[in-house]
């Protein structure tokens, strides 16, 4: 599935434990549908949502679905607050 949206290189060890950009270019995730890169995997699968539309996450009162989880949190936080405030 992976190999589908994009191509996948070696990331350096110390650029996985400190979370730093490596300072080889060569060595690092690359989406195919853009100019992105990341040292990170995890990174490029959440990246490539943006370009297949995936969207996995919905929401349970609208229906409304989201790319990542944290959106549907947000829009249930809001939807928390505003309603609780309502006379």
């Not at 949502?49 to 349970?60: A, D, I, N, S, V």
């Amino acid at each position: 599935m992976f190999s589908e949206y994009f191509e996948v290189e070696p990331v350096c060890s110390f650029a996985l434990s400190n979370r730093r950009r490596s300072e080889d270019p060569t060595r690092r995730f690359k989406c195919l549908f853009c100019k992105y890169t990341t040292d990170f995997a995890n990174d490029l699968r959440k990246h490539n949502l943006t370009h297949t539309g995936e969207r996995h996450y919905k929401c349970e009162i609208c229906g409304k679905r989201f790319v990542l989880a944290h959106h549907l949190k947000n829009m249930y936080v809001a939807f928390i607050f505003f309603n609780s405030h309502i006379p």
